[in-house]
C-alpha cells in the first residue's frame, strides 16, 4: 500500500524558516517525480513544487521561488521542502505527492503549517 | 487568479448526473493534460481521471471525462451519496501546474 506521510507543519513567525518532510512507503519511491501541493484554508488547491527522479531538476510557482527549496533522498525515501522567508499566505496545508507523468497519483494527509505573529 | 475556471458548485439527486466544466483562461494550458481529483473534507485528494479521460484501477466507471477546445469537463452519472466531495481540475499551463478554484458538489 502506498503511504505519504507528511511531518514538519509548526506555527511560525513571519520571516521565519520552516522544513517539512515526507516519508514515502509502498513503491519505488526513486522511480516517481515527487510534488509538494498545498491548500490554504478553506481554499483551492496549489502546487507549489517538484523535483525529478534523481533530482536534478526542480521546478517551483513564481510565488515561492528563492525561497522555498524542494529536495529528495532516495536512499531514505524521503522528500523535503525547505522553506525561507514565510508569509502570511503561505499558510496551508501542505501535502506531498508523486507526480509521474501528468497526474498526481497518490497524496498524503498534509501537515499544518501557519504563519503568524 | 488560476489559469484553470470552475463552478463554485454544482447540485444533483441520487441517480442522477452532473458534470463539471474546467474551462482554461491562458492559452499556456495544455488541455491534453487535464486530470481531476475529488477531496472529501478533511481527507487528501484522490486521483479520479487523467489524460482527459483516463480512469485510474478502482476509480468506478460513473466518472468520465472529456474535452471540447479549451474546456474539459467531469461528467459523474448514477450519483451516490458518497459523491458529495470537492472535485478540481488540473493541467500543465506553461511552466506550472494549475489547478481550478474546485467545485463544491452537492447530493440533493
Known amino acids: 500500500e502506498v503511504q505519504l506521510v507528511e511531518s514538519g507543519g509548526a506555527l511560525v513567525q513571519p520571516g521565519g524558516s520552516l522544513r517539512l518532510s515526507c516519508t514515502a512507503s509502498?513503491?519505488?519511491?526513486?522511480?516517481?517525480?515527487m510534488s509538494w501541493v498545498r491548500q490554504a484554508p478553506g481554499k483551492g488547491l496549489e502546487w507549489v513544487a517538484n523535483i525529478k527522479r534523481d533530482g536534478s531538476e526542480k521546478y517551483y510557482v513564481d510565488s515561492v521561488k528563492g525561497r522555498f527549496s524542494i529536495s529528495r533522498d532516495n536512499a531514505k525515501n524521503s522528500l523535503d521542502l525547505q522553506m525561507n522567508s514565510l508569509r502570511a499566505e503561505d499558510t496551508a496545508v501542505y501535502h506531498c505527492?508523486?507526480?509521474?507523468?501528468?497526474?498526481?497519483?497518490?497524496w498524503g494527509q498534509g501537515t499544518l503549517v501557519t504563519v503568524s505573529s | 487568479q488560476s489559469a484553470l475556471t470552475q463552478p463554485r458548485s454544482v447540485s444533483g439527486s441520487p441517480g442522477q448526473s452532473v458534470t463539471i466544466s474546467c474551462t482554461g483562461t491562458s492559452s499556456d494550458v495544455d488541455y491534453n493534460y487535464v486530470s481531476w481529483y475529488q477531496q472529501h473534507p478533511g481527507k487528501a485528494p484522490k486521483l479520479m481521471i487523467y489524460?482527459?479521460?483516463k480512469r485510474p484501477s478502482g476509480v468506478p466507471d460513473r466518472f468520465s471525462g472529456s474535452k471540447s477546445g479549451n474546456t474539459a469537463s467531469l461528467t459523474i452519472s448514477g450519483l451516490q451519496d458518497e459523491d458529495e466531495a470537492d472535485y478540481y481540475c488540473c493541467s500543465l499551463a506553461g511552466s506550472y501546474w494549475a489547478f481550478g478554484g474546485g467545485t463544491k458538489l452537492t447530493v440533493l
Open positions: 489524460d482527459v479521460s
Open positions: 505527492a508523486t507526480h509521474e507523468g501528468r497526474k498526481f497519483d497518490y
Open positions: 509502498g513503491f519505488t519511491f526513486s522511480s516517481y517525480w
